[in-house]
Protein backbone atom coordinates (compact mmCIF):
# COMPACT_ATOMS: atom_id res chain seq x y z
CA UNK A 1 0.00 0.00 0.00
CA UNK A 2 1.30 3.30 -1.11
CA UNK A 3 -0.30 6.74 0.25
CA UNK A 4 -1.03 9.39 -2.41
CA UNK A 5 -0.81 12.45 0.06
CA UNK A 6 -2.75 15.40 -2.45
CA UNK A 7 -1.11 19.21 -1.10
CA UNK A 8 -2.08 21.42 -3.44
CA UNK A 9 -5.14 23.26 -1.95
CA UNK A 10 -5.18 26.90 -0.83
CA UNK A 11 -7.18 26.97 2.54
CA UNK A 12 -8.33 30.39 1.73
CA UNK A 13 -11.18 29.55 4.65
CA UNK A 14 -8.26 29.91 7.04
CA UNK A 15 -7.12 33.09 6.26
CA UNK A 16 -5.61 35.29 7.67
CA UNK A 17 -3.35 31.95 8.88
CA UNK A 18 -3.34 30.60 5.66
CA UNK A 19 -2.27 32.36 2.33
CA UNK A 20 -1.49 30.91 -1.00
CA UNK A 21 2.03 30.85 -0.38
CA UNK A 22 1.61 29.23 2.61
CA UNK A 23 -2.00 27.58 3.17
CA UNK A 24 -3.42 25.58 6.37
CA UNK A 25 -1.61 22.45 5.88
CA UNK A 26 1.55 23.44 6.60
CA UNK A 27 0.36 25.40 9.83
CA UNK A 28 0.58 24.21 12.96
CA UNK A 29 -3.05 23.95 14.18
CA UNK A 30 -3.64 21.11 16.29
CA UNK A 31 -0.22 20.45 17.74
CA UNK A 32 3.19 20.28 17.69
CA UNK A 33 3.15 19.35 13.89
CA UNK A 34 1.93 20.72 10.82
CA UNK A 35 -1.08 19.05 9.19
CA UNK A 36 1.01 18.22 6.39
CA UNK A 37 3.97 16.75 9.23
CA UNK A 38 0.99 14.73 11.11
CA UNK A 39 -0.69 13.18 7.51
CA UNK A 40 2.69 11.53 6.69
CA UNK A 41 3.46 10.58 10.90
CA UNK A 42 0.37 8.55 10.85
CA UNK A 43 1.35 6.43 8.28
CA UNK A 44 4.56 4.99 9.58
CA UNK A 45 3.69 1.48 10.03
CA UNK A 46 4.19 -1.88 8.53
CA UNK A 47 3.11 -2.04 5.35
CA UNK A 48 2.86 1.47 4.54
CA UNK A 49 5.12 1.88 1.85
CA UNK A 50 6.94 5.76 1.31
CA UNK A 51 4.45 8.26 0.05
CA UNK A 52 4.04 9.77 -3.11
CA UNK A 53 3.16 13.31 -2.76
CA UNK A 54 1.41 15.52 -5.04
CA UNK A 55 1.91 18.98 -4.89
CA UNK A 56 2.07 22.87 -6.05
CA UNK A 57 5.33 24.05 -7.73
CA UNK A 58 5.37 26.83 -5.68
CA UNK A 59 5.61 24.88 -2.67
CA UNK A 60 8.60 22.87 -3.38
CA UNK A 61 11.08 23.90 -0.81
CA UNK A 62 8.13 23.93 1.95
CA UNK A 63 7.63 20.55 1.30
CA UNK A 64 11.11 20.01 1.14
CA UNK A 65 11.90 21.15 4.68
CA UNK A 66 8.51 19.84 6.46
CA UNK A 67 9.85 16.64 5.09
CA UNK A 68 13.22 16.74 6.72
CA UNK A 69 11.94 18.53 9.75
CA UNK A 70 10.53 14.55 10.30
CA UNK A 71 12.98 13.14 8.71
CA UNK A 72 11.04 11.39 5.99
CA UNK A 73 12.07 10.13 2.43
CA UNK A 74 8.64 9.93 -0.05
CA UNK A 75 9.07 7.45 -3.02
CA UNK A 76 8.42 11.02 -5.29
CA UNK A 77 7.13 14.13 -5.66
CA UNK A 78 5.09 15.10 -8.43
CA UNK A 79 5.40 18.65 -8.95
CA UNK A 80 2.17 20.58 -10.36
CA UNK A 81 2.44 23.95 -12.24
CA UNK A 82 -1.34 24.50 -11.25
CA UNK A 83 -4.00 22.73 -9.40
CA UNK A 84 -6.23 20.46 -11.31
CA UNK A 85 -8.04 18.85 -8.60
CA UNK A 86 -7.83 15.40 -7.23
CA UNK A 87 -8.72 13.35 -10.43
CA UNK A 88 -5.68 14.42 -12.64
CA UNK A 89 -3.43 14.68 -9.00
CA UNK A 90 -4.14 10.95 -7.93
CA UNK A 91 -4.05 9.33 -11.88
CA UNK A 92 -0.32 11.09 -12.30
CA UNK A 93 0.57 9.23 -9.09
CA UNK A 94 -0.58 6.19 -10.40
CA UNK A 95 1.05 6.12 -13.71
CA UNK A 96 4.24 6.83 -12.33
CA UNK A 97 3.75 3.94 -10.24
CA UNK A 98 2.45 1.68 -13.18
CA UNK A 99 5.91 2.87 -15.37
CA UNK A 100 7.30 1.72 -12.11
CA UNK A 101 5.89 -1.80 -13.23
CA UNK A 102 4.25 -1.30 -9.71
CA UNK A 103 0.52 -2.01 -9.55
CA UNK A 104 0.21 -1.29 -5.41
CA UNK A 105 -2.70 -0.07 -3.46
CA UNK A 106 -3.16 3.57 -3.73
CA UNK A 107 -4.35 5.62 -0.20
CA UNK A 108 -5.60 8.85 -1.30
CA UNK A 109 -5.22 11.20 1.53
CA UNK A 110 -5.17 15.11 1.80
CA UNK A 111 -2.66 16.91 3.61
CA UNK A 112 -4.40 19.24 5.99
CA UNK A 113 -7.30 16.69 8.03
CA UNK A 114 -6.97 15.69 10.97
CA UNK A 115 -7.22 12.10 12.88
CA UNK A 116 -7.35 11.64 16.55
CA UNK A 117 -7.98 7.67 16.60
CA UNK A 118 -5.21 6.09 14.75
CA UNK A 119 -6.43 3.26 15.77
CA UNK A 120 -9.82 3.22 14.47
CA UNK A 121 -8.24 4.28 11.34
CA UNK A 122 -6.06 1.16 10.96
CA UNK A 123 -8.71 -1.23 11.80
CA UNK A 124 -10.68 0.95 8.73
CA UNK A 125 -7.78 0.64 6.74
CA UNK A 126 -8.20 -3.33 7.14
CA UNK A 127 -11.75 -3.26 6.08
CA UNK A 128 -11.15 -1.48 3.19
CA UNK A 129 -8.30 -3.93 2.27
CA UNK A 130 -10.45 -6.76 2.14
CA UNK A 131 -12.83 -4.47 -1.03
CA UNK A 132 -9.67 -2.78 -2.53
CA UNK A 133 -8.53 -6.10 -3.19
CA UNK A 134 -11.47 -7.32 -5.08
CA UNK A 135 -11.22 -4.70 -7.58
CA UNK A 136 -13.61 -2.53 -5.61
CA UNK A 137 -12.84 1.56 -5.37
CA UNK A 138 -13.35 2.50 -1.68
CA UNK A 139 -14.37 5.76 -0.38
CA UNK A 140 -13.99 6.47 3.73
CA UNK A 141 -17.40 7.59 5.08
CA UNK A 142 -17.13 9.48 8.14
CA UNK A 143 -20.51 9.08 10.39
CA UNK A 144 -22.76 12.10 9.77
CA UNK A 145 -23.53 12.91 13.89
CA UNK A 146 -24.86 16.46 13.49
CA UNK A 147 -26.79 18.16 10.56
CA UNK A 148 -22.98 19.82 9.15
CA UNK A 149 -23.81 22.16 6.09
CA UNK A 150 -20.03 22.54 5.50
CA UNK A 151 -19.12 18.58 4.23
CA UNK A 152 -20.41 16.54 1.38
CA UNK A 153 -23.00 13.46 2.07
CA UNK A 154 -23.03 9.97 1.03
CA UNK A 155 -25.84 8.04 0.94
CA UNK A 156 -25.35 4.45 1.36
CA UNK A 157 -27.25 1.39 1.02
CA UNK A 158 -26.59 -2.44 1.46
CA UNK A 159 -24.69 -5.27 -0.73
CA UNK A 160 -24.41 -9.00 -0.14
CA UNK A 161 -21.54 -9.02 -2.30
CA UNK A 162 -19.48 -6.55 -0.09
CA UNK A 163 -17.39 -7.58 2.95
CA UNK A 164 -19.13 -7.35 6.13
CA UNK A 165 -19.12 -3.63 7.51
CA UNK A 166 -19.60 -2.05 3.93
CA UNK A 167 -21.75 -0.67 2.07
CA UNK A 168 -22.50 0.42 -1.44
CA UNK A 169 -22.28 3.98 -2.34
CA UNK A 170 -25.82 5.16 -3.35
CA UNK A 171 -25.80 9.25 -4.28
CA UNK A 172 -23.41 11.90 -3.81
CA UNK A 173 -24.96 14.59 -2.11
CA UNK A 174 -23.05 17.82 -2.17
CA UNK A 175 -23.08 20.58 0.75
CA UNK A 176 -26.83 20.86 1.83
CA UNK A 177 -28.69 23.27 3.61
CA UNK A 178 -29.32 22.92 7.43
CA UNK A 179 -33.20 21.38 7.25
CA UNK A 180 -31.90 18.42 4.60
CA UNK A 181 -28.87 17.92 6.51
CA UNK A 182 -30.90 17.40 9.59
CA UNK A 183 -33.07 14.65 7.68
CA UNK A 184 -29.56 13.05 6.23
CA UNK A 185 -28.68 12.50 10.23
CA UNK A 186 -31.73 11.40 11.15
CA UNK A 187 -31.60 8.52 8.65
CA UNK A 188 -28.94 6.81 9.36
CA UNK A 189 -27.72 6.27 6.19
CA UNK A 190 -25.45 9.16 5.01
CA UNK A 191 -21.94 9.73 5.51
CA UNK A 192 -19.18 12.99 5.57
CA UNK A 193 -17.27 12.39 2.60
CA UNK A 194 -13.92 12.54 3.74
CA UNK A 195 -11.92 13.10 0.80
CA UNK A 196 -9.92 9.91 1.05
CA UNK A 197 -9.68 6.89 -1.06
CA UNK A 198 -8.10 2.87 -1.14
CA UNK A 199 -8.04 1.87 -5.14
CA UNK A 200 -5.51 -0.19 -6.41
CA UNK A 201 -3.59 2.27 -9.06
CA UNK A 202 -5.25 0.26 -12.40
CA UNK A 203 -8.12 -0.08 -10.95
CA UNK A 204 -8.42 3.81 -10.79
CA UNK A 205 -6.96 4.28 -14.39
CA UNK A 206 -9.09 1.93 -15.85
CA UNK A 207 -12.33 3.64 -14.17
CA UNK A 208 -10.57 6.78 -15.10
CA UNK A 209 -10.11 5.97 -18.70
CA UNK A 210 -13.79 5.02 -19.02
CA UNK A 211 -15.42 8.07 -17.27
CA UNK A 212 -13.39 10.78 -18.28
CA UNK A 213 -11.10 9.68 -20.98
CA UNK A 214 -9.71 12.99 -21.51
CA UNK A 215 -8.39 13.67 -18.15
CA UNK A 216 -7.05 10.01 -18.45
CA UNK A 217 -4.74 10.86 -22.14
CA UNK A 218 -3.86 14.30 -20.77
CA UNK A 219 -2.64 13.51 -17.62
CA UNK A 220 -0.83 10.19 -19.43
CA UNK A 221 0.97 12.99 -21.81
CA UNK A 222 1.53 15.22 -19.30
CA UNK A 223 3.48 12.62 -17.60
CA UNK A 224 5.39 11.58 -20.51
CA UNK A 225 6.76 15.30 -21.17
CA UNK A 226 7.87 15.77 -17.58
CA UNK A 227 11.18 16.26 -16.22
CA UNK A 228 12.52 13.99 -13.73
CA UNK A 229 14.87 15.89 -11.57
CA UNK A 230 16.49 13.29 -8.51
CA UNK A 231 14.21 14.43 -6.39
CA UNK A 232 11.06 15.67 -7.77
CA UNK A 233 9.07 15.49 -10.91
CA UNK A 234 8.01 18.73 -12.69
CA UNK A 235 4.82 18.22 -14.59
CA UNK A 236 4.72 19.52 -18.21
CA UNK A 237 2.86 22.82 -17.81
CA UNK A 238 2.21 23.72 -21.61
CA UNK A 239 0.11 20.07 -21.61
CA UNK A 240 -1.03 19.88 -18.23
CA UNK A 241 -2.61 23.58 -19.16
CA UNK A 242 -5.17 21.12 -20.84
CA UNK A 243 -6.53 19.05 -18.36
CA UNK A 244 -10.06 19.20 -17.41
CA UNK A 245 -10.17 20.23 -13.53
CA UNK A 246 -12.44 17.83 -12.20
CA UNK A 247 -11.92 15.75 -8.80
CA UNK A 248 -12.12 11.67 -7.65
CA UNK A 249 -15.69 12.10 -6.52
CA UNK A 250 -16.85 13.56 -9.93
CA UNK A 251 -15.05 12.15 -12.70
CA UNK A 252 -14.69 8.36 -11.34
CA UNK A 253 -16.79 7.42 -7.72
CA UNK A 254 -20.06 9.16 -8.92
CA UNK A 255 -20.29 7.07 -12.30
CA UNK A 256 -18.50 3.85 -11.45
CA UNK A 257 -20.26 0.85 -10.20
CA UNK A 258 -17.85 -0.64 -8.31
CA UNK A 259 -17.89 2.63 -5.90
CA UNK A 260 -18.10 1.37 -1.88
CA UNK A 261 -17.99 3.25 1.41
CA UNK A 262 -16.40 1.96 4.93
CA UNK A 263 -16.93 3.83 8.07
CA UNK A 264 -14.33 5.61 9.84
CA UNK A 265 -14.78 6.62 13.33
CA UNK A 266 -11.75 7.90 13.65
CA UNK A 267 -12.22 11.62 15.49
CA UNK A 268 -12.00 13.19 11.87
CA UNK A 269 -12.09 16.64 11.06
CA UNK A 270 -11.12 18.50 7.72
CA UNK A 271 -10.30 21.97 9.73
CA UNK A 272 -12.08 23.69 6.60
CA UNK A 273 -12.82 26.64 8.84
CA UNK A 274 -12.08 28.35 11.82
CA UNK A 275 -15.63 26.64 13.28
CA UNK A 276 -13.66 23.69 12.86
CA UNK A 277 -10.38 25.04 14.28
CA UNK A 278 -12.60 25.82 17.46
CA UNK A 279 -14.41 22.22 17.61
CA UNK A 280 -10.71 20.41 17.96
CA UNK A 281 -9.14 22.48 20.42
CA UNK A 282 -9.31 21.99 24.24
CA UNK A 283 -11.55 25.04 25.40
CA UNK A 284 -11.66 26.68 29.04
CA UNK A 285 -14.76 27.25 31.32
CA UNK A 286 -16.27 29.50 28.82
CA UNK A 287 -16.05 27.23 25.99
CA UNK A 288 -13.12 29.87 24.78
CA UNK A 289 -10.19 28.75 22.66
CA UNK A 290 -7.60 30.95 23.18
CA UNK A 291 -3.66 31.48 21.56
CA UNK A 292 -1.32 33.77 21.42
CA UNK A 293 -0.70 37.14 23.91
CA UNK A 294 -4.53 37.21 24.28
CA UNK A 295 -6.84 38.56 27.27
CA UNK A 296 -10.54 37.05 27.50
CA UNK A 297 -13.37 39.00 29.62
CA UNK A 298 -17.07 37.77 29.54
CA UNK A 299 -16.42 36.07 26.63
CA UNK A 300 -18.28 32.53 25.55
CA UNK A 301 -17.54 29.90 23.06
CA UNK A 302 -15.01 32.26 21.39
CA UNK A 303 -11.91 31.45 18.59
CA UNK A 304 -9.01 34.24 19.73
CA UNK A 305 -5.67 33.54 17.83
CA UNK A 306 -3.13 35.93 18.54
CA UNK A 307 0.12 36.07 16.52
CA UNK A 308 2.59 38.32 18.47
CA UNK A 309 0.30 41.59 19.24
CA UNK A 310 -1.70 41.69 22.88
CA UNK A 311 -5.60 40.74 21.57
CA UNK A 312 -8.25 41.08 23.67
CA UNK A 313 -11.85 40.58 24.06
CA UNK A 314 -14.94 41.89 26.25
CA UNK A 315 -18.29 40.97 26.31
CA UNK A 316 -18.21 38.62 23.28
CA UNK A 317 -19.77 35.37 22.15
CA UNK A 318 -19.26 32.48 19.30
CA UNK A 319 -16.73 34.93 17.80
CA UNK A 320 -13.24 34.91 15.80
CA UNK A 321 -10.65 36.75 16.10
CA UNK A 322 -7.27 35.97 14.16
CA UNK A 323 -4.09 38.65 14.35
CA UNK A 324 -1.44 38.24 12.24
CA UNK A 325 1.55 41.04 11.63
CA UNK A 326 -0.35 42.22 8.28
CA UNK A 327 -3.81 41.78 8.77
CA UNK A 328 -6.97 41.29 11.55
CA UNK A 329 -9.72 39.17 11.05
CA UNK A 330 -12.97 39.05 13.22
CA UNK A 331 -16.06 37.01 12.55
CA UNK A 332 -19.11 35.55 13.91
CA UNK A 333 -18.40 31.71 14.56
CA UNK A 334 -21.40 31.15 12.78
CA UNK A 335 -20.37 32.80 9.35
CA UNK A 336 -17.10 31.87 9.06
CA UNK A 337 -17.59 29.62 6.00
CA UNK A 338 -17.96 33.39 3.92
CA UNK A 339 -14.58 33.78 4.52
CA UNK A 340 -13.62 32.31 1.03
CA UNK A 341 -15.91 35.16 -0.28
CA UNK A 342 -13.76 37.75 1.61
CA UNK A 343 -10.37 36.34 0.39
CA UNK A 344 -12.03 35.98 -3.47
CA UNK A 345 -12.67 39.74 -3.20
CA UNK A 346 -9.49 40.74 -1.95
CA UNK A 347 -7.91 38.71 -4.43
CA UNK A 348 -9.63 40.90 -6.80
CA UNK A 349 -8.51 43.97 -5.30
CA UNK A 350 -4.89 42.77 -6.02
CA UNK A 351 -4.04 42.92 -1.85
CA UNK A 352 -0.76 41.22 -1.50
CA UNK A 353 -2.41 39.86 1.63
CA UNK A 354 -4.03 36.73 0.30
CA UNK A 355 -0.90 35.48 -1.06
CA UNK A 356 2.13 36.12 1.59
CA UNK A 357 2.44 36.27 5.02
CA UNK A 358 5.27 39.77 5.81
CA UNK A 359 7.50 36.91 6.49
CA UNK A 360 8.27 34.89 3.26
CA UNK A 361 9.72 31.61 3.19
CA UNK A 362 12.39 30.77 0.39
CA UNK A 363 14.81 27.16 0.47
CA UNK A 364 17.83 29.35 1.80
CA UNK A 365 15.66 30.91 4.83
CA UNK A 366 13.09 33.19 5.17
CA UNK A 367 12.50 37.73 4.95
CA UNK A 368 10.39 39.85 7.30
CA UNK A 369 8.97 42.72 5.57
CA UNK A 370 9.60 45.41 7.91
CA UNK A 371 8.19 48.90 6.62
CA UNK A 372 7.98 49.87 2.96
CA UNK A 373 7.69 53.65 2.03
CA UNK A 374 7.68 55.47 -1.58
CA UNK A 375 11.10 55.20 -2.48
CA UNK A 376 12.04 52.44 0.32
CA UNK A 377 11.64 49.20 1.77
CA UNK A 378 13.34 47.30 4.77
CA UNK A 379 13.56 43.49 5.22
CA UNK A 380 14.67 41.40 8.16
CA UNK A 381 16.47 38.78 6.31
CA UNK A 382 18.04 34.80 8.35
CA UNK A 383 19.73 32.83 5.84
CA UNK A 384 20.47 29.07 7.04
CA UNK A 385 23.49 27.43 7.57
CA UNK A 386 25.16 26.72 3.77
CA UNK A 387 22.03 28.93 2.24
CA UNK A 388 22.92 31.39 -0.44
CA UNK A 389 20.71 33.48 -2.60
CA UNK A 390 20.65 33.88 -6.01
CA UNK A 391 23.22 35.57 -8.25
CA UNK A 392 21.21 38.33 -9.35
CA UNK A 393 20.91 42.78 -10.31
CA UNK A 394 19.05 45.43 -10.23
CA UNK A 395 18.28 48.48 -12.66
CA UNK A 396 16.25 50.53 -10.49
CA UNK A 397 17.17 50.05 -6.49
CA UNK A 398 20.16 49.74 -4.55
CA UNK A 399 20.38 47.80 -0.95
CA UNK A 400 22.27 48.68 2.15
CA UNK A 401 22.88 45.52 4.21
CA UNK A 402 23.77 45.10 8.10
CA UNK A 403 24.75 42.14 9.47
CA UNK A 404 23.28 41.68 12.51
CA UNK A 405 24.49 38.00 13.57
CA UNK A 406 26.13 35.37 11.86
CA UNK A 407 28.68 35.68 9.05
CA UNK A 408 28.25 36.91 5.01
CA UNK A 409 30.05 35.89 2.76
CA UNK A 410 29.27 38.49 0.06
CA UNK A 411 29.74 38.53 -3.66
CA UNK A 412 29.44 42.53 -5.39
CA UNK A 413 30.46 42.49 -8.98
CA UNK A 414 34.11 41.04 -8.85
CA UNK A 415 34.69 41.11 -5.12
CA UNK A 416 34.00 38.68 -2.89
CA UNK A 417 34.33 39.35 0.87
CA UNK A 418 33.28 38.71 4.59
CA UNK A 419 30.98 40.72 6.72
CA UNK A 420 30.76 39.76 10.44
CA UNK A 421 28.19 41.03 13.50
CA UNK A 422 27.39 44.97 13.50
CA UNK A 423 29.39 45.21 9.70
CA UNK A 424 27.68 46.54 6.74
CA UNK A 425 28.20 47.35 2.67
CA UNK A 426 26.55 48.86 0.16
CA UNK A 427 25.14 47.25 -2.82
CA UNK A 428 24.89 50.00 -5.92
CA UNK A 429 22.55 49.63 -8.81
CA UNK A 430 23.37 47.09 -11.60
CA UNK A 431 25.86 45.52 -9.22
CA UNK A 432 25.65 41.70 -9.68
CA UNK A 433 25.63 40.54 -6.33
CA UNK A 434 24.76 37.32 -3.80
CA UNK A 435 24.28 36.66 -0.58
CA UNK A 436 25.72 33.40 0.92
CA UNK A 437 25.71 31.92 4.62
CA UNK A 438 29.30 29.67 5.49
CA UNK A 439 29.19 29.51 8.93
CA UNK A 440 27.66 27.03 11.12
CA UNK A 441 24.61 29.40 12.45
CA UNK A 442 21.68 31.43 10.87
CA UNK A 443 22.64 34.08 9.29
CA UNK A 444 20.43 37.53 10.52
CA UNK A 445 21.00 40.67 8.58
CA UNK A 446 19.05 44.18 8.38
CA UNK A 447 18.49 44.47 4.35
CA UNK A 448 17.28 48.47 3.40
CA UNK A 449 16.56 49.06 -0.46
CA UNK A 450 16.17 52.75 -1.62
CA UNK A 451 15.40 53.76 -5.13
CA UNK A 452 12.38 54.74 -7.75
CA UNK A 453 11.45 51.28 -8.39
CA UNK A 454 10.80 48.74 -5.78
CA UNK A 455 8.90 46.20 -7.21
CA UNK A 456 10.02 42.22 -7.74
CA UNK A 457 10.16 42.20 -11.45
CA UNK A 458 13.27 44.35 -11.12
CA UNK A 459 15.35 41.43 -10.00
CA UNK A 460 17.27 39.34 -12.96
CA UNK A 461 18.57 36.46 -11.54
CA UNK A 462 21.91 35.08 -12.80
CA UNK A 463 22.24 31.85 -11.39
CA UNK A 464 20.50 29.85 -8.93
CA UNK A 465 21.72 26.92 -6.53
CA UNK A 466 18.36 25.79 -5.94
CA UNK A 467 17.09 25.42 -9.52
CA UNK A 468 14.59 28.12 -9.93
CA UNK A 469 13.55 29.30 -12.96
CA UNK A 470 13.83 32.65 -14.14
CA UNK A 471 10.05 33.30 -14.72
CA UNK A 472 9.12 32.09 -11.08
CA UNK A 473 7.62 35.36 -9.41
CA UNK A 474 4.48 35.18 -7.51
CA UNK A 475 2.30 37.98 -5.83
CA UNK A 476 4.11 41.40 -4.87
CA UNK A 477 6.80 39.67 -3.02
CA UNK A 478 10.56 39.22 -4.62
CA UNK A 479 11.86 35.99 -5.35
CA UNK A 480 15.27 36.27 -4.03
Known amino acids: MIPIVLSGGSGSRLW ?44 RFIVQEQLDEIEITPHAVVLEPFGRNTAPAVAMAAMQLISEGRDDLLLVLPS ?62 EKPNAERAREFVESGDYFWNSGMFLFRASRYLEELKRHESDIHDTCRLALERSKCHEDHIDVDEATFACCPDNSIDYAVMEKTARACVVPLDAGWSDVGCWASIWDVHDKDAD ?14 NCLVHGNGKLVSIIGMEDVVVVETKDAIMVANKNHVQKVKQLVEKLKAEGRSEVENHCQVYRPWGYYDSVDTGGRFQVKHITV ?29 DDKVFLLTENQSTDIPITSVH ?39 TVGITPHR
Not at 287 to 300: A, L, P
Not at 384 to 412: D, F, N, Y
Open 287 to 300: GNVIKGDVVVQDSH
Open 16 to 59: PLSRRQFPKQFLALTGEHTLFQQTLLRLTFDGMQAPILVCNKDH
Open 384 to 412: KPGGRLSLQMHHHRAEHWIVVSGTAEVTC
Open 112 to 173: DHVLEDLEAFREALVLATSAAEQGELVLFGVPATRPETGYGYIRSEQDPALPEGICRVAQFV
Open 434 to 472: RLSNPGKIPLVLIEVQTGSYLGEDDITRLDDVYGREEHE
